[in-house]
């Protein structure tokens, strides 16, 4: 739910009952939601052992600019005006398991020489778009910084 101030409240963020207050600076808008407690599952340790895995691939300091200048054009795109994407993580989260599905890839056992020696697509942002694993944007053959 997205909350509308008459007076914008500057700073206001934290927990009223069973709801969470927090303020989107790419929104510009704060944003209310319900307090729901999580139920760990099976899906939850998977999810947490591919993050570990994946955080060992130890990206680029480029790399990761890379992604940064990619996930703001793609938030400037008109189908994802309505659904941005808060960071470059959850964009690089997403084009890694799209590529598992596409390419079955355990994402729990990949490493950064199976990465270099298959040459996945994962290895720059130029790639990825031209493999289908994230739409184009404007530019995307200029962030070709590898992994």
């Avoid at 739910?1 to 790419?26: E, N, P, S, V, W």
Wanted: net charge positive; hydrophobic share 35%; charged share 25%.
């Amino acid at each position: 739910m997205k909350a509308l101030f008459k007076h914008l409240i500057q700073g206001f963020t934290g927990k009223a009952d069973d709801l969470i207050l927090y303020y989107d600076r790419r929104l510009n808008k704060v944003i209310i939601r319900k307090n729901v407690p999580v139920k760990i599952t099976q899906r939850h340790h998977n999810f947490g052992a591919v993050t570990k895995n994946l955080r060992k691939l130890n990206l680029s300091a480029y790399y990761k600019e890379d992604f940064k200048v990619y996930t703001d054009l793609y938030c400037r795109l008109r189908i994802n005006y309505d659904q941005p994407v808060s960071n470059w993580y959850n964009l690089f989260i997403k084009m890694m398991y799209k590529m598992s599905q596409e390419m079955g890839i355990d994402l729990k056992t990949i490493t950064r020489n199976q990465i270099e020696t298959d040459n996945l697509p994962c290895r720059s942002i130029k790639q990825t778009v031209q493999a289908g694993l994230l739409p184009a944007v404007r530019n995307y053959e200029r962030l070709d910084n590898l992994l």
